[in-house]
């Protein structure tokens, strides 16, 4: 749902290993920046700390990050958060999330990637999604019951999430992703870790109401355009409505 079309699709190793650390690294320091620098308080960090370590992202860069971002040392996070909203190819709404600290560079790349495409004005297509708090865990017990975790976590709904879905989800494991009120992601992010579950992602984003009907030939050349938007290094997240 909404960025399936990523997770099947995206293998860590098949990109640069400075592009890889410069989006974990970046991740982590906006989490830092909006929640505080303990990841044992924030959701948010603690999720983007440990995906970091599990790319082999060292502790020094990782302490930086947390330091940079909170505004503990002496270097200080300057980064503005867009939203850019249009259509890929075949009329499919998408939202692209930019962390830059350079709009001016940013943008026109943006403006370029969408040649292929439609961009449109803040507010286009922003009704065409629910803006939601999203986390995405996994736990040992392959039997767990994910509609009770949800209800004891407070979240407002759940679907099973496999490797495929999300490779941050390890195959031999039971894989779930929450969809809950943005204000009550750190709560349930909070419930899963304390209950068994492993936290890989805990975040806000963007899930589709509607999926426009699509050919298989078509869908192929959607997922190309939106694999070059989160190619860039200013990307942050993709959001599609595409199943």
């Known amino acids: 749902m909404g960025r399936q079309w990523l997770h099947a699709k995206r293998e860590?190793?098949?990109?640069?290993?400075?592009?890889v650390v410069g989006k974990l690294t970046k991740e982590i320091a906006v989490a830092a920046k909006l929640g505080g620098a303990d990841p044992e308080s924030n959701a948010r960090l603690f999720a983007a700390v440990e995906k970091a370590r599990r790319n082999s992202v060292t502790r020094d860069a990782i302490e930086r990050a947390i330091k940079k971002g909170a505004g503990?040392?002496?270097?200080?996070?300057?980064?503005e958060h867009i939203v850019f909203e249009g259509y890929a190819?075949?009329?499919v709404p998408v939202i692209v999330e930019v962390l830059t600290d350079n709009n001016n560079r940013t943008a026109p790349d943006i403006r370029n990637l969408f040649k292929k495409a439609q961009l449109g004005a803040p507010g286009s297509n922003k009704f065409l999604f629910e803006h939601v708090g999203l986390v995405?865990?996994?736990t040992a017990k392959l039997d767990a019951d994910i509609e009770e975790a949800a209800i004891e976590a407070g979240a407002?709904?759940?679907e099973s999430l496999t490797h495929e879905q999300?490779?941050?989800?390890?195959?031999?494991r039971r894989g779930a992703r929450f969809i809950t009120e943005r204000a009550a992601t750190g709560a349930v992010s909070k419930w899963?870790?304390?209950?068994g579950w492993t936290v890989v992602t805990s975040e806000?984003?963007?899930l589709p109401k509607n999926f426009p009907e699509i050919t298989d030939a078509q869908r192929a050349e959607i997922g190309e355009f939106l694999q070059e938007i989160e190619d860039h290094d200013d990307v942050h997240r993709v959001w599609a409505a595409l199943k």
């Open 156 to 158: 407002n709904e759940v």
């Open 204 to 206: 806000f984003g963007y």
């Open 192 to 195: 899963l870790s304390q209950n």
């Open 12 to 19: 860590v190793a098949n990109l640069r290993k400075g592009a």
């Open 136 to 138: 995405e865990a996994h």
């Open 72 to 79: 503990l040392g002496d270097e200080k996070m300057v980064m």
């Open 166 to 172: 999300n490779d941050d989800i390890p195959a031999d």
């Open 89 to 91: 190819p075949h009329k």
